[in-house]
C-alpha cells in the first residue's frame, strides 16, 4: 500500500482519551537498517472494528519520556508516548488495509510495509501508531531507531568511485555549510535590526505607560461622576418601581384582551386552512379540467385534421365524378355519331346494292349483246391511273379525301364473308363489327391507326400522302 499525497485525518485530542489497548504490535524490533523496507505487525483486539480511514504512522518520541501503561499476556507491555502531543506531528503514515471477514482470526493478524524512501535518516526513537478515522490513537508500540546493527564491527570496503562520490558529497556540504554561513550573517543583521526596533517599541511602551496612568485619573474621576448619577438613578428607579405597579394592572388587562384575541385568531387560522384546503381542492379540480381541455383540443384538431382530409377527399371525387361525367358524355355522343353513321352507311349499302343489280342486269345485256358469257370474263379493278384520272381536275393536288370516299363504297372484292353465318352479304354480326369500328380509324394507304378523337389529325394524314 504506498503513501498518498492527501494527508490522513488527525485531531487534537488529548492522550488520556485515547485508547492505546485496542490495537497491538507485534514482533516490533529495537532497531531498524536504515536504507530497507520496514513491516509493521499489528493485531486487532476482540471489540475493535477497522474502518476505511484508518491509519499506521511513525512518530518521533524520547525514550526518557516514554512509560509503560499496560501488561498484557500476548506481548508483555503495551506502550504509548508523551514526546509528541498530538496526531498532526505524524513523520510518516501508510493507509491500513481492511480485511474482508473479521470474524476469522487470520483477519486480526495484519501488517502493514513502510518503503526506505519515506523513513527517517536519523538514530532518533521513533514508534508506530494506529490512528483512526477521527484521529484518535488506538494502539502505540514500543519505541526503535533506525540505526545499523554494530556501528563499531562494521568494516566499511569502497570502491574509487565511492570515493569520488563521497568526496563529491562532501564538496556539496562544504558548499552548503558557507551558504548557512551566509545565512547566519544575514540573520544577525536582522536580529540587529530587530533590537533596534525591539528599542524603539520599549520607548513606545514608556509612553504608552505615563498615557495609562492619565487614563487612570480620569477613570477614577469618571467613576466618582458614575456614583453621582447612580444615586440620582435608585431615586429613578423608585419612581418607575410605583410606575410597574400600575403598569402591572394594564399588563393583566391587555392579557385578558390578548387571551381573546388568540381565541379570535385560532379561529381565524381554523378558517384560513379550511379555505386553503377549499383551495388546493379547486386547485386540483383545475389541474383535471386543464387536461381534459387540453385532450378535448387535442382531439379538436384531430377532428379538424380528418374533416379537411375529408373535404380534400370529397374535392378530389368530385373531381373524378366531373371527370367521368365529361367521358361519359363524350362516349354517349360518340355512341350517337356511330349510329348517324351506321344508319348513313346502311342506306349507302341500300343504294350500291341496287346500282350493283343494275350494273350486273347492264353488263348481262352488253355481254349477251357481244356473245360472250359473263361467268367467263375476269373481274378487274380499275388501276391507281384511272382513279386518279377520276379526281377533280380543279385541285392542284387531287381530292385527298378521295380515298376515304372509294374506301367507304364497298366493292365485290372487299366484302367479305361473314365468319359467324357465312353469308357472303353485309348481315346483322358484320353492322355491330361496323358499329365497333367508328373507335378507331384506319389509314386506307398505310393502314396506320387513329383513335376515333383523333379525326383531324388522321385527315392531315391522309392528305399528307396525297402530296
Sequence with gaps: MEETIKDPPTSAVLLDHCHFSQVIFNSVEKFYIPGGDVTCHYTFTQHFIPRRKDW???????????????ITPDTGSIWHQVGWKTTREYYTFMWVTLPIDLNNKSAKQQEVQFKAYYLPKDDEYYQFCYVDEDGVVRGASIPFQFRPENEEDILVVTTQGEVEEIEQHNKELCKENQELKDSCVSLQKQNSDMQAELQKKQEELETLQSINKKLELKVKEQ?????????QLKEQNQKMSS??????????????????????????????????????????????????????????????????QMKQNETTAMKKQQELMDENFDLSKRLSENKIICNALQREKERLEGENDLLKRENSRLLSYMGLDFNSLPYQVPTSDEGGARQNPGLAYGNPYSGIQ??????????????????DDICDHTLEQQQMQPLCLNCPICDKIFPATEKQIFEDHVFCHSL
Excluded at 57 to 64: M, Q, W
Excluded at 223 to 231: M, N, P
Excluded at 406 to 423: Q, V
Design 56 to 70: 499506521i504512522g511513525i512518530f518521533r518520541c524520547s525514550l526518557n519520556q516514554t512509560i509503560q501503561l499496560l
Design 223 to 231: 467613576k466618582d461622576y458614575w456614583e453621582t448619577e447612580l444615586l
Design 406 to 423: 372509294e374506301s367507304s363504297s364497298p366493292s365485290p372484292l372487299s366484302i367479305k364473308k361473314c365468319p359467324i353465318c357465312k353469308a
Design 243 to 308: 410606575e410597574n405597579e400600575k403598569m402591572g394592572i394594564r399588563v393583566d388587562q391587555l392579557q385578558a384582551q390578548l387571551s381573546t384575541q388568540e381565541k379570535e385568531m385560532e379561529k381565524l387560522v381554523q378558517a384560513d386552512q379550511d379555505k386553503t384546503e377549499q383551495l388546493e381542492q379547486l386547485k386540483k379540480e383545475n389541474d383535471h379540467l386543464f387536461l381534459s381541455l387540453t385532450e378535448q383540443r387535442k382531439d379538436q384538431k384531430k377532428l379538424e385534421q380528418t374533416v379537411e
